[in-house]
């Protein structure tokens, strides 16, 4: 099996790629034409995957130079289509989170976006490990669709003002199958990979810009500020040489996000977000209000909508107030041939059997939540999926409204966890383990830790 | 293809995997347990290439303790059987090459040290790359068997003394998978991964005592005498805590060993050297007799065969003289089913076709060879392989009896080409340029540039 590559045919290229592995092993830079090289034949079938899982390590511990994470990202792009949006006016912007718990924002900016005059092109992801997908949260809704064609999404698009659709085969493949190897190899957390990939991705989308939330903390990918300001840079110079407008938001991701944690349940906070239901004076909401305001105010600021972050707040006060934001989402779900009547019937998202109370039975002050913890807990009940060809439960979830800095009684009950199979005991005690409790008070987080906008980048040869 | 791992049976098995792939990515030791895991289940087919060859190339940049080596060594054991020699109660020594071009010293060094009293059971390898291998040396032999099973080995031991056969699927198993695996993967001079292939095979072998030849310089794995000395103590510390002897003679590989380059050519050369028609004072010869004179004095010390250097040597001049050691081949030939006849008959291994002059066009001082060239220009004639299963061209081969310090005048012939196919010509030039003249005189290398013994290890934890 291991030597089905080396015909006669395959000698050259075997060892070829021998060469470049060994190259990159040894801290050398790959020219261009290795990194053609591999990307090419990688998508063509014709290196096998242990040959690039072990050029991803290589990569992942000795790096890639800005020359070659540019290489790499234009590589990917040119491995597939890219999508042109000729009849729309409106500026293209996207939105690009890096991966959490309970972050459903998506769902909630693009309508509201959309509905403030930005067209939102969005190809987004399933959940796979603890972090949960837009898509999954989506599918929740009776008969919504996310698999279109290039041609059926831009069509979308160019209706509705937004569309959130699944990759295709055609968009970037070379990330595709990419990507699911570094899954499957740890080697995820690099910064030029992640950056090819999120760059090459959002190019065949056809937009203008793209504000990317960038989550540091112990349940992301990105752990320290010093790879945060890194990773920053690196998406904001290289979109820069593809002429595309990146800035990016880094957040903080040491907590889930709202209150609403599984597919059914986001869903739900996220109608509730567009209606207006959901207070900022409640503090359960605060992180999911300010960190959905501020990213599609830089959308809007991006996009020459608006000239300041007050009148980006007060249109978006607007949209939500009179309406139009919701509706939009309501189309969204007609144009995707989801139920639009789940905006004013709950129910048709299903009812989890059971509920069980998160109790926490220590008095004092919530100091950290293990939010990785609470997303592997989601697996279980079978909110999230383990692999790829996982059955969600779409019911199944939890609502978690224990936030850090918030003090608690003993057996205070922060939570609900809701679900339909046997795990729901194991699970709920896993989420009260994943809340660490201190005697003396805790200050709150700030969410926004920091923003990096492509104006404060001049060159991008320095990175 | 990529998740055809992740069944619901394997679930548990891929994330276990990904997170021993992170745990070493993030230079953390591994545990016996992973270690086992990871041998124990890619035995078995239930971790994918992909993910090994990822853990091989964290391995091979962030290394293994002494510990974690000492586990790899003993599971890459456990994974098959080990040969054990009741009837023998000679010495039982084996001598393992880490690899040159022109290598035939396994053929010469078997038939003397077992006429000197020890046996060697000898599990040998087939050439790859630049390297030749000795089981294609010896299967140029009209009729020579290389694939016996484990008990016919055992019995062509006790007949003979010697035997050079191939790896078999049931003697260390792990290793041969993972051997085959780091090979494409640019994983091999890892000096853990090494020392684990290296002293599994012997002790399979059923050995009580191991010289290493390792061999250093440009065209060797090994590259620098850091490394050389990292990896000689190590073979030496693990084989003390398997209760083997391991001394480790480190020898320049910075040119071919002896004339003779090619599968037929090398068995002439070594039937000339046991028929003692090879003459110390020819400068040709002196790197190759003065190494295996060497590596076998070190067998006989070890088995206690001899006390001194120098009755070692007096006993291999004996063995040569009397013609016992040539006996011994004939008698090796004969049971593993080749032609004895060769002995006598040099044209039943074949003819070239053709000879090409190999000729330098400036007058000077050879100062550096690139060993690795000529054997790449070996492949391109069919005397090496590119891949496992390239058939060979037994009778292609060189002389070349140009050596580092050699004068030469312009235009002098320093060695000739053989080949049957068109490619002579792009070969022999190849091979020319190989060669580094300069004006000025070059002082002759060392050939066996260090000596690591296991009386001068002490302590087996400090490495």
């Known amino acids: 099996m291991l030597f089905a590559v080396l015909t006669n045919d395959g000698i050259e290229l075997n060892m070829n790629t021998i060469e470049i592995i060994a190259k990159k092993r040894e801290h050398k830079k790959l020219t261009p034409t290795e990194i053609k090289y591999i990307v090419q034949n990688y998508v063509a079938g014709k290196i096998p995957d242990y040959q690039v899982s072990a050029l991803l ?19 990917y792009i040119k491995s597939g289509e890219i999508i042109k949006f000729d009849n729309i006016s409106k500026p293209l912007i996207d939105k690009h989170s890096t991966g959490g718990v309970g972050d459903k924002i998506s769902i909630i900016l693009a309508p509201i976006a959309s509905a403030c005059g930005i067209a939102v092109p969005m190809i987004s992801g399933r959940g796979l490990g603890h972090t949960g997908g837009t898509l999954d949260k989506l599918e929740s809704i009776p008969g919504f669709r996310v698999n279109y064609s290039p041609i059926e999404f831009k069509y979308l698009v160019e209706k509705n003002g937004f569309a959130i659709i699944s990759q295709t085969d055609k968009l970037i493949p070379a990330d ?3 990507y699911a190897l570094r899954d499957v190899t740890a080697t995820v957390s690099s910064i030029p990979l992640i950056t090819a990939s999120i760059i090459a991705k959002k190019i065949a989308e056809g937009i203008d810009g793209l504000v ?25 110079h290289i979109g820069k040489d593809f002429n595309k407008k990146v800035n990016v938001v880094v957040s903080n991701m040491n907590a889930p996000l709202g209150v609403a944690i599984g597919n059914g349940l986001e869903i739900i906070e996220s109608i509730e977000f567009l209606k207006g239901n959901l207070s900022k004076k409640d503090s359960h909401y605060t992180d999911l209000i300010e960190l959905t305001y501020f990213l599609v105010a830089e959308m809007l600021l991006m996009g020459n909508i608006v000239n300041t972050i007050q009148s980006a707040y007060s249109m978006i006060n607007k949209v939500i107030a009179n309406g139009t934001a919701l509706q939009k989402f309501k189309t969204f779900v007609q144009c995707q041939q989801g139920n639009p009547n789940v905006i004013d019937d709950y129910s048709l998202l299903g009812k989890a059997k059971y509920k069980i109370p998160i109790t926490i ?5 919530i100091c950290a939540i293990d939010s990785k913890e609470i997303g592997l807990a989601m697996i279980d009940i079978g909110a999230g999926r383990k692999v790829l060809d996982s059955k969600l439960d779409y019911s199944a979830g939890a609502k978690i409204w224990g936030k850090i800095g918030d003090e608690i009684e003993k057996d205070e009950t922060i ?23 201190t005697e003396l008070p805790v200050k709150r987080q700030k969410l926004i830790k920091k923003i ?10 320095n990175s």
């Open 361 to 365: 039975n220590k008095k004092g002050y």
């Open 212 to 236: 990317v939330d960038l989550k540091l903390g112990t349940g992301a990918f990105i752990q320290t500020e010093e790879k945060a300001e890194e990773l920053s840079k690196n998406l904001i």
């Open 452 to 461: 990096f906008k492509r104006e404060q980048i001049t060159n991008s040869t």
């Open 415 to 437: 939570g609900y966890l809701f679900c339909n199979n046997a795990y729901g005991e194991k699970s709920a005690e896993r989420i009260r383990n994943a809340f660490k409790i």
């Open 57 to 75: 390590m290589a990569i992942f511990l000795n790096g890639m130079d800005y020359e070659e994470t540019f290489i790499l990202t234009s590589e």
């Open 176 to 178: 595709k199958k990419i």
